[in-house]
């Protein structure tokens, strides 16, 4: 049980921001929202977590809801490189609870 | 050169047969991890280790056994081969002094097919 809620695709313009939604309605206080993704072909990556606060890393920004209940990653210019199956995933600490759901797919079109 | 590094990168084999998975890590962690992906699925965790003396089961450890060797090696062996073994494997590794929630570092997957 993943317990988070991604949608299942979205698609974006090379160079425009993108914004993936994810939803933790049962998030307690202690867990962290984590962000990887998934190039074809390849191993998982991780892109940026938070807990509270709103986060920026070099990747990608992490918006989190002020009710914690949901979170929202943000590609500030998406690249063709940046086609892939995003993961939000939430922990309750110790990196072994990090359960991956389905993900969702991300299309970057040219 | 890659900080997780897996062997061999594909196999094919016949079910019953004893296959051994590798995986090997420069990073200097002491956290390793096997996870399983299974066509348009997340990954799933079939074994952890978090130093050479501790192995543990994760969500999906039956028909499955590993080995680490030493703080860097973490084997993952299937006794027995069946054909719903067929998925991509992938090792990862953390460090537990990243104290902003250990990040997990993957490799580059074993993709695995059993006849």
């Known amino acids: 049980d993943a317990k988070t809620t991604q949608p299942n695709s979205m698609e974006s313009n090379e160079e425009e921001p993108v914004h993936l939604p994810c939803n933790h309605s049962t998030i307690s206080g202690t867990d962290y929202i984590h962000w990887y993704r998934q190039l074809p072909s390849q191993g998982p990556e991780y892109v940026i977590h938070g807990l509270t606060s709103n986060v920026n890393n070099r990747m990608a920004s992490l918006a989190i809801a002020e009710d914690r209940k949901s979170s929202t990653l943000i590609l500030h210019r998406a690249t063709l490189r940046d086609a892939a199956v995003y993961y939000c995933?939430?922990?309750?600490?110790?990196?072994?609870?990090?359960?991956f759901g389905k993900g969702m797919k991300l299309t970057v079109n040219p | 050169d890659a900080d997780v590094t897996q062997t061999p990168r594909n196999r094919i084999t016949k079910t019953g047969k004893r296959i051994m998975l590798e995986c090997s890590q420069t990073k200097g962690h002491d956290r390793m991890y096997w996870y399983r992906q299974d066509p348009g699925l997340g990954l799933r965790l079939i074994y952890y280790?978090?130093?050479?003396?501790?192995?543990n089961k994760g969500e999906i450890s039956d028909g499955y056994s590993v080995s680490r060797q030493a703080q860097a090696k973490f084997s993952l062996s299937l006794e027995s081969a069946i054909p719903n073994q067929t998925a991509l494997y992938f090792c990862a590794t953390s460090d537990h002094r990243d104290t902003t929630q250990e990040t997990q570092y993957f490799g580059p997957g074993t993709r695995l097919l059993v006849l």
């Open positions: 280790s978090f130093d050479v003396k501790d192995i």
């Open positions: 995933i939430r922990s309750q600490g110790g990196s072994e609870k990090l359960v």
